[in-house]
């Protein structure tokens, strides 16, 4: 019988595998795209498992979820795992992130921003918070996100934020079951990306884009990270309230 264990060994292959093959297909090592593992609604031993067999990034939507896995004791001290939150975020937990998870991902107005760019700024030392800016290219009601041309007006305010290092773009695209449906999503955020850092003359290096579903596509398209949970995990649990 295989065991959970040995699944997510070989699950994890198959991701690496696919990961590298769509990199190659793009004209790019599969180190320029890095997997970020998400373990939201997972238990931290899930966590432990995965890290044992060379998963480093991990990306967590709750705020609290995450900070009870952070304070785990096999997870403490680990200088080379890294944190990504990605889910959406309440200004009044922007505390609790701070300078200690590597991105967040989901910076999805200048409200936001200014949030965090205060934050960082009390902190002092020069400290800058890593944060992608979360785009909403579909314009859809329900999905957070700057608009496209929002974000042409808005971004030199957002890069004069002393307290941000805006790293790049991501965005979830609307669900399609083919993941080719989501190809021309994944090109409109890469030559906005291409756009905003001619126009600014700054680098903005992250593509966040990809999931499960469409990751391979997105790969194709330029992404520079995916964010993949049930791939390597299977179906989540219902999350406890």
Known sequence: MVTPL???????????GRIRDAA?????????????????????????????????LFGESYVQEWMAKAEHPQLVGKSD??????????????RFLLGRVACIETVHNRR???????RAMERGGGFRQGVLLQINGSGEASKSGFRPDELRAQL????????????????????????????????ALRLLRDELQ??????????????????????????TRVRVGTGIFGERAPRTP
């Open 6 to 16: 040995r699944q997510m060994e070989g699950r994890l292959a198959v991701i690496n």
């Open 24 to 56: 190659l297909r793009s004209g790019r090592d599969a180190s320029a795209v890095q997997l970020v593992a998400v373990t939201k609604t997972h238990p931290a031993a899930t966590l432990v498992e995965a890290y044992e067999y060379g998963v480093r």
């Open 81 to 94: 795992l890294q944190w990504s939150f990605i889910g959406s975020l309440q200004r009044n937990k922007v």
């Open 112 to 118: 936001l921003a200014g949030e965090i760019n205060k």
């Open 156 to 187: 030199p305010a957002l890069l004069s934020l002393r307290g941000l290092r805006i790293d790049g773009l991501m965005h979830i695209p609307a669900f399609r079951p083919d993941p080719e449906a989501s190809r021309a999503d994944h090109r």
């Open 198 to 223: 001619d126009a600014e003359g700054t680098a903005l290096p992250e593509l966040s884009m990809g999931m499960s579903g469409d990751f391979e596509v997105a790969i194709e398209e330029g992404a």
